[in-house]
């Protein structure tokens, strides 16, 4: 290693960031001093480990001229990675800027499936971004229409969801209509601020450069010359989503994202979401992306609640499978049995 900064980045704030590559691989770390520059030296008992924490550190020193601080999270997921012998893909991961945020930080991909996200929106016009909470499904869907309105692609970034309710009625929530949808719309505000600040964010609402809206008020419309964005989409009925979809006009490019496994609607309704991916599958210049819980950027324990409610939605289809087959197999015995004589 060439130079100290690099070495303190990898190491981490009093070597927790070592200290997780040791646990993780069973090695040792050093840093060796030298005129010449840092060296870091792995010792281990089993060779693949020490291979595996190499090219840990390896990634991690590339990734130490890329960003600033090197982030607990960045660390796990190249631990994962590499433990899962998918190490292959770290190699691109924090390349490319998407744009730069207000505080002039860039907006990059974190994980493989981030990246490809962005690949996939850039080579189609409509894609479906799937997945669990905290992949970043919006946000970078933000980020690229932003790129997008930036560079003069398209002229307008209009973005939506549908305005259903989770618990709380509409009609409790004080103010006038466009009070009660803001609740609903706030995550895709919050992605806007952290791209154009507030104040441009607001002229170009005034402009109408930015308009976010309910999915209903999409109804009747031909969308040109603009990045759409459908938000929460688990929560579209078939009926909705086929309806926005053929909003689509001339030169325009629509990014549909959601989680199939948080939909609000009511109990039997289908989810728009879910039949969009069915039909449309196959379709050219129709991409559908799905993240997994490895693609989670929150908290730690978020990716460690989604496993959770995952295995346990599992356990659940199995039992019920296992109840319906033993229904089924009792079912058959009973009709099965000889009837009885009549004579006795």
């Known amino acids: ?37 840092d060296s870091i030296i792995i010792e281990g008992e089993d060779e693949a480990q020490v291979t595996s924490a190499a090219k840990c550190v390896t990634y991690l020193h590339e990734l130490s001229g890329k960003t600033e601080v090197i982030t607990e ?3 796990q997921y190249a631990l994962d990675m590499i433990a899962a012998g998918e190490e292959e893909g770290l190699a691109s991961l924090g390349d490319a800027c998407i744009c730069l945020t207000t505080r002039g930080k860039p907006v990059k991909a974190k994980t493989v499936g981030q990246q490809q996200y962005i690949e996939t929106i850039k080579k ?3 894609v479906l971004g799937v997945g669990p909470a905290g992949t970043g ?18 002229t307008r970034i209009i973005l939506t969801r549908p305005a259903i309710e989770a618990g709380e009625k509409l009609g409790f929530l004080p103010g006038d209509l466009q009070s009660k949808i803001d609740p609903y719309l706030r995550p895709l505000y919050d992605a806007l601020y952290e791209m154009l600040g507030a104040d441009v964010y607001q002229k170009l609402v005034e402009k109408g450069t930015i308009e976010i809206a309910p ?43 959601g989680d199939l496994t948080q939909t609000d609607l009511p109990h039997g309704q289908k989810s728009g979401l879910g039949a969009a991916v069915k039909i449309l599958s196959g379709i050219d210049d129709i991409g559908i992306h799905y993240f997994s819980e490895r693609d989670v950027v929150r908290h730690r324990l978020v990716q460690k609640i989604i496993q959770a409610y995952e295995k346990h939605d599992r356990d659940l289809a199995r039992r019920e499978n296992e109840r319906k087959q033993a229904h089924a197999q ?15």
């Open 73 to 75: 999270q960045s660390l």
């Open 137 to 154: 499904k919006t946000f970078l869907a933000v980020a690229m229409a932003v790129k997008a309105l930036r560079e003069k692609q398209v």
């Open 330 to 344: 009792s079912f058959k015995a009973e009709r099965t049995v000889a009837p009885k004589d009549k004579n006795h």
């Open 215 to 257: 999915l209903a008020y999409m109804r009747g419309r031909t969308l040109d010359d603009s990045f759409i964005i459908l938000d929460e989409a688990q929560n579209a009925t078939p009926e909705q989503m086929k309806m926005f979809l053929t909003r689509l006009g001339f030169n325009s490019k629509a990014v549909v994202t």
């Open 1 to 37: 290693m060439e130079h100290t900064d690099a070495t303190a980045k990898i190491f981490g704030s009093f070597d927790c960031h070592a200290h997780r590559i040791e646990k993780q691989f069973d090695v040792t770390l050093r840093n060796r001093e030298s005129e010449t520059g």
């Open 124 to 126: 189609n016009t409509i």
